[in-house]
């Protein structure tokens, strides 16, 4: 334990929550051992770990916690922006890959907003001491804010290379997606401080927005860099049926609402055939949706038989999703029923597998039952 985590359990520390209860699921490849490390949250949505194991865990009503590995679970870090609550919230959050130097995190939420909301992100700095986020920096504001409660991803994660990649949804407003105008429907790609680098795919278009990555997404909650290639996995909301999961190759178009493998909501329906050679096609696709958001490559020791796999979060599907993969090809799909809406999966840096669930509020830690 180095001296920022001692302060930081020190100065926050307010409830201890024994190890309450294992359960065991059957995977096709292990017994698993679940443990609850952490309940009575509320709608956890976002999870990162500090290198010793405790963890920040955003609330989606907006408010952030550090949770140790015994359950220990702090009162709310002050400094947390307003959020819009809804689909939206307090709903990702990174640490910087210079965290142990520069101490900042990252945010991504529901910003209100003149007409409406929209997704933002922003960073701060974590004082320990006064278990408060400080000097709170808007780095990232989707334009334009709109009035509709849907669709606000958002996942943040690190490429190797300090680049920020943010997720975000098309805010209900499906042609948005494909106009380069706007930041709806896209994944953005930022410098951490929010300003676009220089070889973004769009940075010489006219009218298009510097910012932006790649286009024509619905909602996207699941992004994960793959260990072996280093290509950036996304997954996303289908309308009624098709569910995504895509591959990330910069400046394409993935489609949405031209093509899907789902049909709209409202019965209207969505041309056929559901993908075209000039748009970029899903590599796997649900119908009916499995609904996910949040997704992992797991590469630990504690379940070695999940090695190599692509680990997702069932929400309607109550189950962590498991992928076996070839390359880019999905070679079988197994659900293991956890009885809960899963928020987000993650590895921790134990190599345990960590899941959030969505209304009873846990945090889940995942290994094999010797
Ligand atoms: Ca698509």
């Known amino acids: 334990m180095n001296r920022y985590a001692v302060l930081v359990c020190a100065a926050l520390t307010v409830a201890v929550v024994p190890a309450a209860g294992q359960q065991r699921l059957k995977s096709e490849k292990a017994r698993i051992l679940v443990e609850t490390v952490a309940r009575g949250l509320d709608h956890p949505w976002g999870l990162a770990f500090f290198s010793d194991g405790r963890m920040l865990v955003t609330e989606r009503a907006g408010h952030l916690r550090i949770v140790s590995p015994d359950g220990q679970v702090s009162r709310p870090i002050a400094g947390v922006p307003r959020v819009y609550v809804y689909e939206g919230g307090l709903l990702d959050v990174a640490l910087d890959p210079k965290f142990t130097e520069n101490r900042l995190v990252y945010l991504s939420y529901g910003e209100p907003r003149e007409g409406g909301a929209a997704t933002a992100v922003g960073r701060a700095r974590l004082n320990a001491a006064n278990a408060a986020l400080e000097n709170f920096q808007v780095i990232f504001q989707q334009q334009p804010a709109v009035a509709n409660a849907n669709h606000f991803g958002s996942r943040l994660i690190f490429a190797p290379d300090g680049k920020l990649f943010i997720s975000t949804g098309e805010r209900g407003n499906s042609d948005l997606a494909q106009d380069l105008s706007t930041d709806l429907g896209k994944l953005i790609r930022i410098n951490p401080d929010g300003s676009a680098p220089p070889d973004n795919p769009f940075v010489r278009r006219k009218g298009a927005r510097p910012e932006i990555w790649t286009y024509g ?76 958001s949040g997704m992992t490559f797991y590469t630990g020791n504690a379940i070695p038989s999940w090695r190599g796999d692509l680990l997702l979060a069932g929400l309607a599907s109550q189950a962590l999703i498991r992928l076996t993969l070839d390359g880019t090809h999905v070679t079988g799909e197994e659900r293991v029923p956890v009885g809960e809406r899963i928020r987000h999966v993650a590895q921790g840096p134990d190599g345990f597998v960590y899941i959030l669930t969505d209304e009873d509020g846990r945090i889940l830690r995942l290994r094999t039952d010797r």
Do not use: C, K
């Not at 793959?226 to 009624?240: S, V, Y």
């Not at 019965?267 to 499995?290: C, E, F, K, M």
């Open 217 to 292: 997404h619905r909602n996207i909650q699941g992004l994960a860099f793959h260990p072996d290639t280093g290509a950036l996995w996304e997954g996303e909301f289908g309308p009624t049926g098709g569910d995504e999961i895509n591959i990330i190759e910069p400046g394409r178009n993935y489609g949405w609402p031209l093509v899907s493998w789902g049909e709209n909501a409202d019965g209207s329906a969505i041309p056929r055939p559901p993908t075209r050679p000039d748009l970029v096609d899903a590599i796997y696709h649900w119908t009916p949706s499995v609904s996910f």
